[in-house]
């Protein structure tokens, strides 16, 4: 898979940070891609520890946000389980708010949102889209799963700043890597099945190390998506930090066989008077031919 862009946009005081663990051999993104979209007013602020909650935890600085890329669509419901009977390898996301600005003390009732790309590189909501390469269609996964919902959900955050997804491992389309959305909001509320109101304090993206994805990617269903996979280092959005720049720490539910699944972990540190809706600056990646643009 080929082609390089580096698509960011960021606020004051901006969050998303990071907990410890997995550093992949990452690299920058095309200097060009770089330096088209990167926002003059970056500013730093701090993260906590992936077991760090309280007052007292050391923070470290934080990557830049990114944009929510082209397949975004408002309304995810508030669940823990976003599969809806998608197939792929089972994958739990572990992640924690904090408040980089009070200490990184937990942010308890935060909404984190995410949503990714299916086995085969479909989104929910534009599965006419084609994920490059060699793939079937998206008709022919044969699952029972909403076009519209699939892989997309919200989960409010516990006392200790804390949710958790059930998914599945996401697939990957010309010419991003394997990559996992996520907003995080505060001073909104549950309503309807959705979550209302408020702001949009972090829009990023959460990735994988190679290894993990081509062991991954070898298995059904993934292996009827073929063409040439985009590493880390070669993706348009990751920029080589690690855990600073999205990386997960992932952990083996199996050692020896990756059908089992993974449990991903990160935590991210935000200032809640700060707002990054991710739009406005491109789409996070270039989509594939047949993309949609505007509202689907």
Known sequence: ?????????????????????TVAAGGLALTGYQSAFADTTTQTAASASSTATS???ACMQLMSSVTEGPYYLDGALVRKDITEGKSGVPLTVSLTVVDATDGCTPVKGAAVEIWHCDAWGYYSGYTTASP???????????DSADDNNYLRGYQIANAHGVVK???????????????I?????????KEDGTYEGGKVNYTGQLFFDD?????IFALEPYAKHTGTYTKLADDMVYDGGGASSGLLTLKAVHKKDPSKGYKGSLTLSIDPDAENTGAG????????????????
Not at 181 to 189: D, I, P, S, Y
């Open 55 to 57: 007052a007292g935890a």
């Open 1 to 21: 898979m080929t082609g390089n862009h580096k698509n960011t946009s960021i606020t004051r005081r901006h969050a998303l940070a990071v907990s410890g663990g």
């Open 165 to 179: 997804f059930e998914t599945i491992f996401p697939g990957w389309y010309i010419p991003r890597t394997c990559h």
């Open 281 to 296: 600056s491109g789409g996070g990646g270039t989509p594939p031919s047949d993309a949609p643009t505007g509202t689907p």
């Open 132 to 142: 490059g390469g060699s793939v079937p269609a998206e008709s022919e996964e044969g």
């Open 181 to 189: 959305h996520v907003k995080v909001h505060t001073g909104g509320q």
């Open 211 to 215: 290894d993990t994805a081509e062991a």
